[in-house]
Structures are given as C-alpha cells and as structure tokens.
C-alpha cells in the first residue's frame, strides 16, 4: 500500500501567497524527502528531513516533521508562476532499498 | 553533461512489440532504478540494481526484463507490449538513499 499520501491532490494560489502541502505516511522512518516535478520532466530532489529533525529551511522552501503524528508539510513561501509543478513526498520502504512516493500534490501558481 | 539520461525520450509503438528504453548515469552513483508513472502521476518502483546486481524486483510481468551491464547503465527491455504498459518510465540513480535520487527525463511509451 502506499507510503505517503500527498493533501490536497490540487491547490491553485496566486503569485505572492504561501502554499501549504501535506504528507502523511504509515511506517517508521529514517527520513522524508521532498521532491517537485515540472511538466513534462523527471522528479528533482527538493530537501530532506531526518526523523530527529523537527523544521528545515531551504531559500522559500520550509519542511516541518510531525513523528509522532506522521505527518511532513511543506511550505512554500512568497509562491512564483514558476513553482507551477507537481510536489511529491517520499519515504524509505521498509527494507530500506528504494522510496515509495505519494500521489503528489499539483500546485498552479497563476500571476 | 546530463546526469541520468534515457532515451528515448519518445516512444509510440503498436502492441505485440518489443522495445527497449536505455538509462546511463554519470553521477558515479552505486544503484539505479526503474520507475512507471501512470496517467495519474503514480509512480511506481519496478527494479533497483545495486552495482549490477537486482535488487528489488516488483510485482511486474515478466514481459520487463531490466539488464544492467555495468553501474552506469540500467536498460529495461520490454516484449510482447500491451495497451496498459503506456505510461511515463523514469530512470533515477542514488548513491545513498538518505541522500535522494537523481531522476532522467523520463521515456513517454505510448501503445497503439
């Protein structure tokens, strides 16, 4: 079954306004990692946070960690028609040898 | 200098084919994979090679035949395709999964 699961499937914001995506998964984790998609293309690696880790920021980017709830938001701040793109969460599976990816989140930043 | 690339990037072919799409990493990363994302944007892990040597091998006909010559190649051959085998097939490489992977552009199959 699946790993993460990404909330809300679809949010439309405009240019300026946060974005806030949700991920929630089922097993214990070493770390969640964050990656985004653009239309068309391959998955790029956003960030990553350790199960010990509470928050980290990367430039707009903000990605708290909730383990006892497990749950991962990411934030995206001050949003550009460019974050336009598919937002995914990912997590180990259980041996440890690949990440199992949620649905997504597709984000339309519209200015 | 792309860090995994596949080709093709394109694919359109009629059922009963076989195909084959190539993945070469630059990264000198230890394990690459082989995803299938649907309509839905899905994604789904097929295989994993780590240094030539399988991995994981999903629940996947056994149509799919991934080959791995050396670390920087995964290829994934595909015989007697079907109209549900289209979708987006993505190549990835990691070095250590703690530190994420590498993605390709993707392979677009589409069965006629």
Not at chain 1, 51 to 71: A, I, P, Y
Not at chain 1, 103 to 111: D, I, Q, R, Y
Not at chain 2, 58 to 81: C, G, M, Q, W, Y
């Amino acid at each position: 079954s699946q790993q993460g699961e990404e909330d809300p499937q679809a949010l439309s914001i405009q240019e300026g306004e946060n974005a806030t995506m949700n991920c929630s998964y089922k097993t214990s984790i070493n770390n969640l990692q964050w990656y985004r998609q653009n239309s068309g293309r391959g998955l790029v690696h956003l960030i990553l946070i350790r199960s010990n880790e509470r928050e980290k920021h990367s430039g707009r980017l903000r990605v708290t960690l909730d383990t006892s709830k497990k749950s991962s938001s990411l934030l995206i701040t001050a949003s550009r028609a460019a974050d336009t793109a598919s937002y995914f969460c990912a997590t180990g599976n259980q041996a440890g040898t690949a990440l199992i990816f949620g649905k997504g989140t597709t984000l339309s930043v519209s200015s | 200098d792309t860090a995994v690339s596949q080709t093709p990037k394109y694919l359109v072919t009629q059922m009963g084919n076989d195909k084959s799409i190539k993945c070469e990493q630059n990264l000198g990363h230890d394990t690459m994979y082989w995803y299938k994302q649907d309509s839905k944007k899905f994604l789904k892990i097929m295989f994993s090679y780590n240094n030539k040597e399988l991995i994981i091998n999903e629940t996947v006909p056994n149509r799919f035949s991934p080959k791995s010559p050396d670390k920087a190649h995964l290829n994934l051959h595909i015989n007697s395709l079907e109209l549900g085998d289209s979708a987006v097939y993505f190549c990835a490489s990691s070095q250590a999964l703690a530190r994420g992977y590498t993605f390709g552009s993707g392979t677009r199959l589409t069965v006629v």
